[in-house]
Nanobody
Framework: QVLLVESGGGLVQAGGSVRLSCAAS????????MAWYRQAPGKQRSLVAR???????AYIDSVKGRFTISRDNAKNTVYLQMNSLKPEDTAVYYC??????????WGQGTQVTVSS
């Protein structure tokens, strides 16, 4: 079992920045990959960025150059630094942990609202 607790969402103006945090606890040594997903109203949840256990990262095209995913292994925490935010980035952001066993765990979600 892995417990994920997110923090850092809120209301920000377009062009602003927000940093999301996701603290993991439990069977963390089984985690292969961590990722951030988002779900906008009326849309499906979709991948935003991911980071593997060896530190390699990947992003969807619409956030490349604006978002940065990183991890602090000492704190068992993954971050999503979001810069140059746009109204279309408004969504509930979810932290995801995928174990080597392919089991998935999710955080509770944190709302990010970007005003124009």
């Amino acid at each position: 079992q892995v417990l994920l607790v997110e923090s850092g969402g809120g209301l920000v103006q377009a062009g602003g920045s927000v940093r999301l945090s996701c603290a993991a606890s439990g069977s963390i040594f089984g985690i292969n990959r961590m990722a951030w997903y988002r779900q906008a109203p009326g849309k499906q949840r979709s991948l935003v960025a991911r980071i593997t256990s060896d530190g390699s990262t990947a992003y969807i095209d619409s956030v490349k150059g604006r978002f940065t995913i990183s991890r602090d292994n000492a704190k068992n925490t993954v971050y999503l630094q979001m810069n140059s935010l746009k109204p279309e980035d408004t969504a509930v952001y979810y932290c995801n942990a995928q174990l080597y066993s392919r089991d998935d765990y999710w955080g509770q979600g944190t709302q990010v609202t970007v005003s124009s």
